[in-house]
């Protein structure tokens, strides 16, 4: 259980009651209701990974000197601008994926009560626009707030540019297999997940510290690497997982998701068996999906991928090791020991 999380739940209502009452904009009883119900659905549902990450981070890089109060409020709020950002890019992932479920819950976009339908695309704005909001309210008298506003947008960018990539890669009616590739792959992952997942929470934490960014390239490339591995233990526990373990049933092969291991299957399959690939990948039929998973299960995709596991950690750890400074160690460490051998 994470020291913070009590702390950082509070910091979630506070943020939520100031957006309720933002003097730009006459709220109705109507409108500020549909906005707080979307918030409580959407914002703090998920497991709060990113969000409480900035806190660990920035008291890592503090060498275990206790935090203020106030450097408490301010990391949650810079947390939580994380977890607003994941669900605004959630609420409009799944209505481009049709999605049916996400937490185990409806989509936003099929709550049926609330008959939300694409009022989604608009909550999603909402939700965006919250971040500008939450940064001006707390941080605008702070030297790094420039560097804050542009974080946020440079990595907004670079989550949209990744899930284009993603999208016009698996549009309808142009399956094609032979697209699909490792540097494909670790394009998307590394543009849709890793700069707002693992470089983003880091980057808040070194703002607040008074550091440059700039002076912490090599910080980012770990970091990226680090999405990558994550995203690639994901596509394996999409096929490999258990669905109760995971809390969700993976669909990457009816999907034609450019999953690592289709990736690798393709590079590692005889003729036949890349016949066997076209012909069932990317199909919504029991029968397609489980050849595809006996295929996988012949190429050894478990062995293949404790063998990826392993040598990602190693070379990770290698690369965190030579940095000069032990608290930005401290604080990269930390993010690997919790991603590696993960089950779910």
């Not at 659905?41 to 900035?54: A, E, I, T």
């Not at 008959?115 to 909001?133: C, E, F, K, P, Y």
């Not at 000069?324 to 604080?331: C, E, H, K, L, Y």
């Amino acid at each position: 259980m994470n020291e913070f999380r009590s702390k950082f739940l509070e910091v979630y209502s506070l943020l939520k009651s100031e957006l309720l009452h933002d003097p730009a904009f006459e709220f109705t009883d109507d409108s500020r209701q549909w906005v707080e119900r979307m918030l409580d659905y959407n914002v703090p549902g998920g497991k709060l990974n990113r969000g409480l990450s900035v806190i660990d981070s920035y008291k890592l890089l503090k060498q275990g000197g206790k935090l203020t109060e106030d450097e408490v409020f301010l990391a949650s709020a810079l947390g939580w601008c994380i977890e607003w950002l994941q669900a605004y890019f959630l609420i409009l992932d799944d209505i481009m994926d049709n999605a049916v479920t996400r937490r185990g819950q409806p989509c936003w976009f099929r709550v049926p009560k609330l008959q939300v339908g694409m009022v989604a695309v608009n909550d999603g704005t909402m939700l965006r626009n919250h971040i500008s909001r939450i940064l001006k309210n707390h941080f605008k008298e702070k030297p790094y707030y420039v560097d804050l506003m542009e974080l946020f947008n440079e990595v907004e960018f670079q989550t949209a540019s990744g899930q284009m990539i993603d999208l016009i890669t698996t549009l309808e009616g142009e399956k094609d297999l032979s697209k699909y590739s490792l540097p494909l792959h670790h394009r998307i992952v590394q543009y849709k997940t890793a700069y707002y997942s693992f470089y983003l929470p880091v980057a808040c934490a070194l703002l607040m510290a008074g550091e440059n960014l700039e002076n912490h390239n090599d910080v980012k490339n770990i970091l990226i690497d680090m999405g990558t591995y994550f995203q690639v233990q994901d596509d394996y526990l999409d096929c490999f997982g258990l669905p109760d373990v995971i809390g969700k049933i993976g669909t990457d092969i009816e999907d034609f998701k450019c999953s690592w291991l289709v990736v690798k299957a393709l590079e590692l399959s005889d003729e036949k068996q890349k016949s066997l690939l076209h012909e069932n990948y990317g199909k919504a039929d029991t029968d397609c999906v489980a050849r595809v998973k006996e295929l996988y299960k012949a190429l050894n995709l478990e062995g293949v991928f404790s063998e990826y596991e392993r040598k990602s950690y190693e070379k990770l750890l290698k690369s965190i090791e030579v940095h000069p400074s032990d608290a930005v160690q401290a604080v990269l460490k930390s993010f690997l020991a919790k991603i590696y051998k993960r089950q779910k």
